[in-house]
């Protein structure tokens, strides 16, 4: 891959950095907190950034999207992360849900939903994980049961939805027949998180803030229309999301996660401070980081050079996300003990909170779109070749069986 920007990338990257420059109040600015406590605001961001042209840049013109490349998009994350602007409020919308709408839904969702969802009208969460399912995704037991006029009732709970309780939809993850092999019967919805029946409730997390929600479906009717994929066949359509979540999570081309350079402003003078011994173990720790660091950006451009062929993105797109989640975690451990007390008050460079919120939030980037134990198993059995895991319930149904079956 060429490093260097091509003549029309370059052109590009300076009508971006224009766009974003003219709009700077408009836009936000990261370090001044999460957009989800500030709803309108962030709104206004995205909508901003949409009305530049510069959201959903590779979606199709007639979805709001611009036809652009991989790239251009690239160069759109990396303009955004140099002038600090916020996060898109509706990134889990753009990343995951609407590239399912777009691969599977009908022409009456896609035009009604992608439009309004790039332009963050409406906001979107991912109903997929349950109390009983995380890793394993295909055991889950959220019922959808079809009428005699063809609507469909929901009934059961997901939980650690983000963002649930500001979406006005969500992609809904269901079980349409207990009878047969796991992955073999589930179904995809879209489901209006405003219907009758829904009820979100906010969890705490650890890091002080509220992002995530358990969710309960009580005789939720969704009508037949809003079905993504077919009767049964919903595992297709959620590999869709979830690979689209681990390149969205991976980087894609740009830094994700801390930027080693935030490290090193803000522990340099404390290094310098150390006595000798305890400073060439602080100058290894850095050393590593800052090779780690490397690692993600270039396990990122791999992948967006595969992606700029034409490419799918294949499992080693769990390697990015994978790489990004422990090298994020490292960093921010190492400048927390160098920086000591000050991690407490001191914001990162690049990031939302102070080193000590960062801290907090890294380990469940971890869990969040595939756990690192999880991305291990699909790096050694789909790029390796190693031996498959043993899956003692693998063709199993779900439903409890009285004969001692699958719980
Ligand atoms: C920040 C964040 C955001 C999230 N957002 C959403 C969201 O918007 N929508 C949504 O649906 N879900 C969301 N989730 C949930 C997430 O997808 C699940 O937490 C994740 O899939 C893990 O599932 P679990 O929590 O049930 O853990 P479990 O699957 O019960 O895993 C527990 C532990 O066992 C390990 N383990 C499990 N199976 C294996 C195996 N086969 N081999 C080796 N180790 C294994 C795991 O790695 C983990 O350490 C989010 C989670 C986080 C942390």
Redesign the pocket.
């Known amino acids: 891959m060429d490093f260097d920007d091509t003549p029309d990338e370059a052109a590009w990257r300076a009508s971006v950095r224009g766009y974003i420059t003219e709009h700077r109040d408009q836009l936000g600015d990261r370090r001044a907190g999460n957009g989800r406590d500030n709803v309108p605001a962030a709104k206004a961001s995205q909508a901003c950034l949409y009305e530049g042209g510069l959201v959903g840049v590779t979606w199709p013109v007639e979805f709001g999207g611009q036809g652009g490349t991989p790239m251009q998009q690239a160069i759109v994350d990396q303009e955004m992360a140099r002038a600090a602007v916020p996060a898109l409020l509706n990134l889990?919308g753009i990343g995951m849900c609407g590239p399912t709408v777009i691969a599977h839904g009908s022409e009456d969702q896609k035009q009604r939903y992608l439009t309004r969802l790039l332009r963050c009208d409406d906001i979107w969460?991912?109903?997929?994980?349950e109390p009983g399912?995380?890793?394993?995704?295909a055991a889950l037991r959220t019922k959808a049961v079809r009428d005699e006029d063809g609507n469909w009732h929901i009934t059961g709970q997901?939980?650690?939805?983000?963002?649930a309780h500001i979406a006005d939809y969500g992609i809904l993850l269901t079980r349409t027949n207990p009878d047969v092999a796991k992955h073999k019967g589930l179904t995809m919805f879209v489901v209006d998180m405003h219907a009758p029946g829904v009820t979100v409730r906010p969890l705490r997390q650890m890091n002080g803030g509220a992002?995530?929600n358990e969710v309960f479906f009580d005789d939720v009717v969704i009508a037949d229309g809003e079905r993504l994929g077919d009767v049964d066949n919903g595992w297709r359509v959620a590999l869709t999301t979830l690979m689209s979540e681990r390149v969205s999570l991976g980087g894609g081309g740009t830094d994700i996660g801390l930027g080693v350079d935030s490290v090193i402003a803000h522990t340099a003078q404390r290094i310098s401070a150390l006595s000798a011994d305890r400073q060439a173990l602080a100058r290894q720790d850095l050393g590593r980081a800052y090779v780690a660091s490397l690692g993600i950006r270039y396990t990122g451009y791999r992948l967006l050079s595969a992606i700029s062929r034409g490419e799918a993105p294949g499992p080693e797109a769990s390697a990015g996300k994978l790489a990004g989640t422990v090298a994020a975690r490292a960093m921010a451990d190492l400048a927390v003990r160098l920086i000591g007390d000050e991690a407490v008050y001191a914001k990162t460079l690049d990031g939302e909170g102070t080193w000590q919120h960062m801290q907090a939030v890294l380990p469940?980037?971890a869990?969040?779109?595939?756990?690192?134990?999880?991305l291990r198993?699909v790096l050694g059995e789909r790029v390796l070749g190693l031996p498959t895991?043993p899956r003692s319930d693998k063709g199993a149904p779900v439903r409890p069986s009285t004969t001692g079956g699958q719980q």
Do not use: H, P, Y
């Not at 969460?125 to 994980?129: A, N, R």
């Not at 399912?133 to 995704?137: A, I, K, R, V, Y």
């Open positions: 889990i969460c991912q109903l997929f994980s399912s995380g890793s394993d995704l997901k939980v650690w939805t983000t963002g992002d995530f469940g980037m869990i969040a779109g595939g756990t690192d134990q999880i198993n895991e």
